[in-house]
Each structure stands twice: as C-alpha cells, then as structure tokens.
C-alpha cells in the first residue's frame, strides 16, 4: 500500500446520496484506476486515468463518475448511491500502460 | 463466458505443501501476466509478474505460463500459514490500459 492512500476508508450511506471517494498517490505515477471488488465478480474496473484531466470507462462504470485535476488525485463519484454499488472499492496504480498495478489499502462502503 | 476463469476454492493444505493455483483465459492476445496475493480486508500485493511464455521463479513461488494451453499456474512450495489468502490472477495485453482479473482462489494453509 506504499504510495496509495484512500479516503475514507469506511462510510456508510443511504440510497440517493451523492458520495466522492479520494485516492491520492506519492509515486507520480501516470496511470490511476477505480476497481470494484464483489464476492464471485474479482475486481472490475469502473474508470481509468491516463493523465490529468484524461480519463475514460472501464466495464462497471454506469452510475460512476471520475475526476481528476492533479497527477496526485483521483476522484470516484457515485452521483446518486444505489444498494448494488455496496462493495469494497480499490485504487491502483501503475507507471507504464501495460504494466504491474499497485493498490491501495480499499474503501468498504456500504449503501442502505 | 469470463476472459480469466479461476477456482475459487477454498483450497486447504497441510503446512509444508507444494501448492498449485491456476487460471485459464480465453484471449490469445494476453501476453503479460501476474498474480497478487490478497490478505483478508487488505489490497491486492503483487508476487509475481511473467511476460510471454516460460517460467519465473522467486523464493518459494515459481509462476509458469502456457500460452499455447492458455494455462497459467502459480507454486508454492513449503507452504505456510501465513500464506493464507486469496491469489489473483491478473492480465494484460497490448494496447489494453487495464488488468483482467481471475476472481480469486482462497488458501488455506494448516499449521
């Protein structure tokens, strides 16, 4: 988890309310990405960033948007939470396209 | 049908082991391969990372890949309890700009 944080790392919300998860690196890595982690799913990647301000989707991304203004941060955000986006959520990150990912230590949210 | 299949077990051994964890994938076009072992309510660690065919080795853990069987397996010898986890299986090809995981398969090593 070295060089990767997420914040907050538990939260607990109701359904309808907008929640922006935070993934900060230390590493100046290029690549960030958000991945879903479900029991039987493994992990599934809802959106990736390839530089600031440059991102695109991955193949969970419905109901998930990202943002992100600095190398350093990446944002997730669920606009209006629904009880199927209850999961553990993992950033990673990695210097070169094609390359060995690193996580973060994981958000575990719950939606009720 | 998933690109990257892997038993989820649970797969339980004695200590002291030889464990075998695989995965098969469908895409031919992989060619960079790893595996990461995740302790429970942790993130994914990277153990081992392959490109193409051929083995690798690195302490108890050896990663092979068949690439003509589509097959990828991971070692471990001499097994120990704090080898208890689940081991993903991840992907890659090129031009791809993300990871296909396995969905994991869960060890458990008996002292």
């Known amino acids: 988890d070295a060089g990767i944080t997420q914040s907050p790392r538990h939260k607990v919300t109701e359904t309808g309310t907008p929640v922006t998860l935070r993934c900060h690196q230390t590493e100046n890595h290029r690549y960030m990405y958000w991945y879903r982690q479900d029991p039987g799913h493994g992990l599934r990647l809802i959106h990736y960033?390839?530089?600031?301000?440059?991102?695109d989707k991955g193949e969970v991304s419905d109901g998930y948007s990202v943002s992100r203004s600095k190398t350093e941060d990446f944002l997730l955000t669920l606009e209006s939470a629904t009880s199927s986006q209850t999961s553990v959520y993992f950033c990673?990150?990695?210097?070169?396209?094609?390359?060995?990912?690193?996580f973060g230590p994981g958000t575990r949210l719950t939606v009720l | 049908q998933k690109e990257v299949e892997q038993d989820p077990g649970p797969l339980s051994v004695p200590e002291g082991a030889i464990v075998s964890l695989n995965c098969t994938y469908s895409?031919?076009?992989?060619?960079?391969f790893m595996w990461y072992r995740q302790y429970s309510r942790k993130g994914p660690e990277l153990l081992m990372y392959?490109?193409?065919?051929g083995n690798k080795e690195d302490g108890r853990f050896t990663a092979q890949v068949d690439k003509s069987s589509k097959y990828i397996s991971l070692f471990i010898r001499d097994s120990q309890p704090s080898d208890s986890a689940t081991y993903l299986c991840?992907?890659?090809?090129?031009?791809?700009?993300?990871?296909?995981f396995g969905s994991g398969t869960r060890l458990q090593v008996q002292p």
């Open positions: 895409n031919s076009a992989f060619q960079y």
């Open positions: 991840a992907m890659s090809a090129a031009g791809r700009r993300a990871l296909t």
């Open positions: 960033s390839y530089g600031v301000k440059d991102t």
């Open positions: 392959t490109y193409s065919s």
């Open positions: 990673a990150i990695s210097a070169k396209e094609v390359d060995t990912q690193y």
